[in-house]
């Protein structure tokens, strides 16, 4: 029989993985909930800027590998051994079986460990955990999607899901806003989301020199560069929660009714399973409840945004 077993110096990872279904007055949305541990090996970094980093994660186990599945804007629990975890959206294709790729920016103690190892370095992951992006229901529809920074990373996977069912939706639109180019990250896709994926990119950023050719200003400006059904239009707002605010707000204006725009909300997490109670806003537990919601059902949360 196969062992499933592994351990890293240091570290008890040798639990007896358990499947943990929350009781019903504690959750909303029908989402797998795991503890289960998986090992893997980096098998890539790209360096995306200054402070973010890709990382390629390989499943060792190949049946665990071919095994772990995920849907659009769920995320897992990554552990650096002998640091801690942190909670990563999955910014990968979810028909890639061979890789999980993390799109990490540098932030504490975790984080920074991480971007002190090197390709070939093992790592272990739990999950996958949380709600989703409800790619199903945007079928046959316009798709709005809103990036900040940052929010490129949980955006990923709607992305490569649309590429994949490309005639399931209408008119599909990225919009871009980040502090500088630098910070507009994953450009070397940009032409193969347009071209391949037929996807209308839009990108804007605060600061820059005159070597940028592009527009100057706050996300919130792109939206003059085009007209759409709102009545017909889904949107996904991802990024710093400031930004939610003022986003929702014009999408609103613009006709979306609030229930059909979906952001993923940021919490402070440590077991990402809802039994530490770190996450929670009011009753809400955002592990288990989101992190992605509608935005009418943020709007409802006190103190969400
Ligand atoms: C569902 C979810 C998905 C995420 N996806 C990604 C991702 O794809 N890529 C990525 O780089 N990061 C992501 N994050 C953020 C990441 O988990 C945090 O930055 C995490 O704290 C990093 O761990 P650390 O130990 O390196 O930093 P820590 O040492 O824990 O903290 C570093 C600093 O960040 C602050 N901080 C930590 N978490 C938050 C928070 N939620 N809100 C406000 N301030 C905070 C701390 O106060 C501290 O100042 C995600 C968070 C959540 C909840
Ligand atoms: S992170 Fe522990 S309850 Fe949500």
């Not at 998986?38 to 402070?51: A, G, M």
Request: net charge neutral; hydrophobic share 40%; with cysteine.
């Amino acid at each position: 029989m196969h062992d499933m077993r592994f351990t890293i110096p240091g570290q008890d990872l040798n639990r007896e993985p358990f499947a943990f279904k929350a009781p019903d007055f504690q959750k909303k949305c029908e989402v797998m909930i795991t503890d289960r541990g998986y090992k893997c090996r980096i098998t890539n970094i790209v360096p995306l800027s200054d402070n973010e980093r890709l990382f390629l994660l390989r499943i060792v186990d190949p049946v665990e590998r071919e095994m772990f599945n995920f849907r659009p804007g769920q995320f897992l629990m990554l552990e650096v051994p002998g640091y801690g975890e942190a909670p990563i959206s999955i910014s990968s294709s979810t028909s890639n079986h061979e890789f999980i790729e993390l799109c990490i920016r540098r932030a504490g103690h975790v984080t920074s460990a991480l971007f002190e190892t090197r390709q070939g370095a093992m790592v272990s992951i739990r999950g996958p955990f949380g709600t989703s992006f409800p790619m199903e229901l945007m079928e046959g529809k316009n798709v709005l999607m809103v990036v900040g920074g940052l929010g490129i990373a949980p955006m990923r996977a709607p992305l490569f899901w649309i590429g994949n069912h490309r005639d399931r939706y209408l008119d599909v639109r990225l919009l871009f806003g980040a502090k500088d180019p630098s910070q507009l990250l994953f450009d070397y896709q940009f032409e193969g989301w347009q071209r391949v994926s037929n996807v209308k990119m839009h990108t804007i950023v605060e600061h820059a020199d005159e070597s940028w050719k592009g527009r100057k200003g706050l996300i919130t400006a792109l939206f003059d560069e085009f007209t759409f059904d709102a009545k017909e239009t889904y949107a996904i707002v991802c990024g710093p929660p400031v930004m939610f605010k003022f986003v929702c707000h014009h999408l609103d204006l613009m006709g979306i009714p609030m229930n059909r725009m979906f952001v993923s909300l940021e919490r402070r997490m440590h077991c990402g399973m809802g039994k530490c109670c770190r996450c929670m806003v009011g009753s809400t537990f955002t592990c288990l409840d989101g992190p992605v919601f509608d935005y009418w059902s943020v709007l409802n949360l006190k103190e969400a945004i």
